[in-house]
C-alpha cells in the first residue's frame, strides 16, 4: 500500500516533514508523495530522514491552477527525483503570488474590524502560508469558534472576507510540469466542475491534449461510484491512474494518512510502478 497525495506543516498540514514519514513508517506504506502546495519544502526536509530509513519518498507537489473560470488542482510527481532548478524558480514565483493574495485578505479582514497582520499570520505557515493558517489565527484571537466557522465567516469562496488568489492556466502549470520531466495528475476530481460527470469528460478529454497524463482516482472525497467512473475516463483518454489519502494531519483528522475517510482509500504499489515506468 502506498500513498502518493499528503501534506507536511511546509504548507496547509500539521505533521512536520519526520513526523510524517515516521507515521507512513508506522502504518507500513511501502513508499509516500509529498505534495504540498506550491512548494517542495516539506519533500526536501524529509528527504534525508527517508533517505537514513532506505523509505521510498516520491518528489511531488499540488498547484493551484486556473481552468475554464474555475479552480483545478493538478498533482504533480517526479518520480525519478528532483525537477531541477527552472522548475524551482518557476514555484518560487507562485509563492510571490500567494503572498500579494494575503495582503489582499488582510486588508479585507482588517475592514471587518479583526486585528490581524500577516506577519502573525506567515508565522503560522512557515515555507507556505495559506488560507488554515489565517484560520488559526483567527480561531486563537477569538473570532471563530473553530477552523471551520472560521472558513464560513471570513476565508471561503462565498464569504465576507474572501480574496481571490491569481493561479497559473492551467496549460503553463502542465507545460512547466512535464518540462522538468514530471508528471501531471487531475487531483481530486470530484471537486471539479462540480462532479458533473459529462463535463468533467469534456475536460478531462481537453487536458489529455494539453498534455495531462494521469488522473487521481482514488481519493478520500471520492465514492465507489467516483472511483469506477474516474477510472473508466483514465482508461478512455489513456490517462495513468493515480491515488492517495490527501492526509493534512489535524487539519482535515477524519482523513488517515494511507487509507483516507473510514477506511475508503487504498492505493497500491502497481500504480507507482506505473508512474515510475511513464517518467
Known amino acids: 500500500?502506498?500513498?502518493?497525495?499528503?501534506?507536511?506543516?511546509?504548507?496547509?498540514?500539521t505533521f512536520t516533514p519526520a513526523e510524517l514519514i515516521a507515521e507512513a513508517r508506522r502504518i507500513g506504506l511501502e513508499a509516500l508523495a509529498i505534495t504540498d502546495h506550491d512548494t517542495l519544502a516539506g519533500y526536501d526536509l524529509a528527504l534525508p530522514i527517508a533517505q537514513a530509513a532506505n523509505f521510498d519518498l516520491v518528489c511531488g507537489v499540488e498547484l493551484s491552477t486556473r481552468f475554464h473560470g474555475g479552480s483545478v488542482h493538478l498533482l504533480g510527481y517526479f518520480p525519478k527525483g528532483d525537477p531541477g532548478p527552472a522548475f524551482r524558480s518557476w514555484l518560487h514565483?507562485?509563492?510571490?503570488?500567494?503572498?500579494?493574495?494575503?495582503?489582499?485578505?488582510?486588508?479585507?479582514?482588517?475592514?471587518?474590524?479583526i486585528d490581524i497582520n500577516l506577519d502573525e499570520v506567515e508565522r503560522e505557515g512557515k515555507s507556505l502560508t495559506g488560507r488554515p493558517h489565517f484560520a488559526r489565527v483567527l480561531v486563537a484571537k477569538g473570532y471563530a469558534r473553530d477552523l471551520t466557522h472560521a472558513f464560513e465567516e471570513y476565508l471561503g469562496e462565498s464569504s465576507r472576507a474572501f480574496a481571490q488568489r491569481q493561479e497559473v492556466p492551467i496549460a503553463e502549470a502542465i507545460a512547466h510540469l512535464r518540462n522538468a520531466g514530471g508528471i501531471a495528475s487531475m487531483a481530486h476530481p470530484a471537486r471539479v466542475a462540480k462532479n458533473h460527470w459529462e463535463t468533467l469528460n469534456v475536460w478531462v478529454g481537453e487536458l489529455a491534449g494539453l498534455g495531462?497524463?494521469?488522473?487521481?482516482?482514488?481519493?478520500?472525497?471520492?465514492?465507489?461510484?467516483?472511483?469506477?467512473?474516474?477510472?473508466?475516463?483514465?482508461?478512455r483518454y489513456g490517462l495513468t491512474i493515480t491515488g492517495g489519502s490527501d492526509f493534512h494531519g489535524g487539519n482535515k483528522p477524519q482523513i488517515r494518512l494511507g487509507t483516507g475517510r473510514n477506511g475508503n482509500v487504498q492505493v497500491p504499489v502497481e500504480l507507482l510502478h506505473r508512474l515510475r515506468s511513464l517518467a
Open 1 to 13: 500500500m502506498i500513498d502518493l497525495h499528503s501534506h507536511t506543516d511546509q504548507s496547509d498540514g
Open 93 to 113: 514565483s507562485l509563492l510571490a503570488s500567494r503572498r500579494e493574495r494575503n495582503s489582499r485578505l488582510i486588508e479585507n479582514l482588517r475592514a471587518l474590524g
Open 212 to 235: 495531462m497524463q494521469a488522473i487521481e482516482v482514488h481519493h478520500s472525497d471520492h465514492s465507489p461510484e467516483g472511483v469506477a467512473y474516474y477510472s473508466s475516463l483514465a482508461e
